[in-house]
């Protein structure tokens, strides 16, 4: 059964993982000549850093700018990039997870194909996007990998 991919999602945070998921959603959009979205995820601990003013808003905001160029670095001409940003996080809607901003996203962007790390540095699956991906693997109705 063939796919009819025309929209890849990525979910990304600011790590080297993240950004090696991306080339493997950058390959599928190539093959499949479809568009790449990137999804930034923000943890709670930065949303919380910015509210109290331990991290900078404009530190974020260049922190994505860096995995979106990297990814850009890496694009062929014939795949269109676009990106977004979400808090993985909410303080008053319970159910609002990494997983679920995911695959919300993923339905509002009419997405064919998600692509999620599931696998940090240290080889750990306690990051933000690693929890993430077992939430996206079990629930989406999209095909997914997880890298």
């Not at 923000?42 to 808003?57: F, I, Y």
């Not at 979106?68 to 319970?94: I, K, M, N, Q, Y």
């Not at 901003?101 to 699956?125: I, K, Q």
């Amino acid at each position: 059964m063939d796919a009819d991919i025309e929209l890849v999602l990525a979910a990304v945070d600011s790590s080297d993982e993240a950004v090696e998921a991306a080339e493997y959603a950058i390959a599928i959009a190539e093959r499949d000549d479809a568009d790449l979205h990137l999804l930034h995820i923000l943890d709670q601990r930065v949303m919380r850093g910015v509210e109290t003013g331990d991290v900078s808003a404009e530190t974020v905001a260049e922190q994505q700018r860096a995995v979106t160029g990297r990814v850009r670095e890496r694009l062929p001409d014939s795949v269109t990039l676009t990106h977004s940003g979400a808090l993985g996080f909410s303080t008053t809607r319970l159910g609002q997870t990494p997983g679920s901003v995911v695959l919300d996203a993923a339905e509002e962007l009419d997405a064919d194909f998600l692509v999620v790390p599931r696998v940090n540095a240290s080889g750990a699956t306690d990051e933000v996007l690693c929890k993430a991906a077992l939430h996206v693997l079990e629930y989406a109705s999209q095909p997914v990998l997880s890298v």
